[in-house]
């Protein structure tokens, strides 16, 4: 980030950026997203992602978001199973593996930080 900016998550455009076919359990999801601000080494993300309704599994990177709309529940394998709304923060571990049921089109801020390469 070479300036100080603000954006309407709401209003943002994201672009296309199509799941792996082998994590859709259920449905037709689809997701879109746009990459806000990349670290120089590529290590830390910061962004708006968004998923339509469907079911689909993941493997979590070191991540802290915000739900700006929509509906989902997270179940982590192992652990808690996370209900996600507006207004929710949501904090997910690396190495975490998820199923994720999206209930009604959601979209979230978020900012991860991978592990240091080779971990």
Do not use: C, N
Request: overall charge negative.
């Amino acid at each position: 980030m070479d300036h100080s900016f603000a954006l309407s998550i709401p209003d943002a455009d994201l672009e296309p950026d199509p799941l792996d076919p082998a994590q859709i359990v259920s449905g037709t999801p689809e997701v879109t997203g746009r990459l806000l601000w990349e670290s120089p080494d590529g290590r830390r993300l910061r962004g708006i992602w968004q998923i339509t309704p469907g079911v689909v599994t993941d493997t979590e990177a070191d991540e802290m978001f915000v739900v700006v709309s929509g509906r989902a529940t997270v179940a982590v394998e192992g652990g808690e199973t996370l209900e996600l709304a507006p207004g929710t923060v949501g904090f997910l571990r690396e190495g975490d593996r998820t199923t994720w049921t999206v209930h009604e089109t959601l979209r979230k801020a978020y900012a991860i930080d991978l592990g240091p390469e080779g971990a």
